[in-house]
Each structure stands twice: as C-alpha cells, then as structure tokens.
C-alpha cells in the first residue's frame, strides 16, 4: 500500500519564479493538507483540500495556492518566489471519515537563490 | 485557537537510559494530540496518538505518552533509549469533535531534537 508521494523531491528555483509541487494521497484518503517546514522549524499549516475545495487556510499570503483533483491528488503552486520560501514543503494525507491521524509524505525540499 | 510548547530544544541521553520530552497545549476545543518523529532528510511519521479515549497512549518502538487534561500535558517517554531513537520529536495538537475524530489544520510544536550517547 503506497503512502503519500510527493514529487519533485528536491528543486532549485530563482527569485521571481513560480514552483508546483505535487502530492498523491495514501490510498483511501481523501483529504490533503500542505505544509512549509523551515529550517530549525515545525511545520506550519498553508492549507487543506477535501473534495476539491479549500477547506481551511493558514496564514499564508495570497502567492501560495493549491488544487486538489477528481482523484484526491493536489499541487501547491507558489508564485513571484522569495528567499524566505526555501524550505521543506510536507503533504499530508487523510480520511475524512475514518480516524487515525494524518500521513505524511517526505517532502520537497524548496531552495530559492 | 490552538498552541503547543516543547519545553526542551534539546535532550540527551545514554542508550539504555529513560527518555521524556515534554509537551504543553493550549486548545479551545477538545483536542486531539499527537508525537511525531523526523530523521534527517525524511518526512515525518507518527509515533502515537490521543483522542479522548485511554489517557495513557501507547505507540510504536515503545514510546508512551500521558494525557494529562488539568496539567494540559502530552509528555513522551521510553523506557530505555536506544542509538536509533536519535531524531526530532514533534507534539502536535489538532481539533477533535465530540466522536474523537480528528480534523483540520495540525498545529505543531518547534521539535526536540533527541540525542542518543553510546
């Protein structure tokens, strides 16, 4: 049973640019969340599908925005990139009914020179 | 609106010696708590989880937390520290609804980097 995959794993990116990064959930879930992990930081809430709508939001600017598809996966696309973006960007999958936490992928590691 | 504190950036210990890493919350609703640990270079995987049900929750590789509502507590301990515990540790607190499930937004704590000495 595959987990949560993200791709790319790792991308270099210069300031200006746009990124999307992608995730497909563990098998049986449905909703997927994203998170940007600084260095030396927890993990912080941008925001989480379910059923192809933003559900919630954290506090995040207007430049970061997702999708979520017909098949639960999602992308989160980052525009006009900042220096302060580099970080490790998390997807986290799980079931809206059924309860046992959330499933992460390993991540894509954001670097913007 | 919800808070977590990790009262320790760092913790080391022996192998073989116990292990806590201490967690403090804040929640306006019934929360749902839970560890997760990091290696280097991975993502995150979840070691244990409360949700309103056994106070005492126990997780994989023999970590164990306790629910304390009055203390607002979620502490982490191991009886016995092992080489391949060394890692970040992270409490999280979500909302839970009045079923126990768990759901939307994770917050977490700074992390607690755990170091295991020979």
């Known amino acids: 049973d595959a987990g949560v995959t993200q791709s790319p794993t790792h991308l270099i990116k210069t300031r200006g640019q746009q990124v999307t990064l992608r995730c497909s959930p563990k098998s049986g879930h449905d909703t997927v969340s994203w998170y940007q992990q600084a260095l030396g930081q927890g993990p912080q809430f941008i925001f989480q599908y379910y059923e192809e709508e933003e559900r919630q939001r954290g506090n995040f600017p207007d430049r970061f925005s997702g999708h979520q598809f017909p098949n639960y996966s999602s992308e989160l696309n980052v525009n006009a990139l900042l220096l302060g973006d580099s970080a490790l960007y998390l997807c986290a999958s799980s079931a809206e009914i059924a309860n046992y936490g959330y499933t992460f992928g390993s991540g894509t590691r954001l670097t913007v020179v | 609106a919800q808070s977590v504190t990790q009262l320790d950036s760092h913790v080391s210990v022996s192998e073989g010696t116990p292990v806590l890493l201490r967690c403090n919350y804040s929640s306006s609703y019934s929360p749902s708590l839970f560890w997760y640990v990091q290696h280097p270079n991975k993502g995150l995987q979840l070691l244990l989880k409360?949700?309103?049900?056994?106070?005492l929750v126990k997780g994989i590789n023999g970590f164990e937390a306790e629910f304390k509502k009055s203390e607002t507590s979620f502490h982490l301990t191991k009886p016995s520290a092992h080489m391949s515990d060394a890692a970040e540790y992270f409490c999280?607190?979500?909302?839970?609804?009045?079923?126990?499930?768990?759901?939307?937004?994770?917050?977490f704590g700074q992390g607690t980097i755990l170091t295991v000495h020979p």
């Open positions: 999280v607190v979500t909302r839970a609804n009045a079923g126990g499930t768990s759901y939307g937004k994770l917050t």
């Open positions: 409360y949700t309103s049900a056994a106070t």
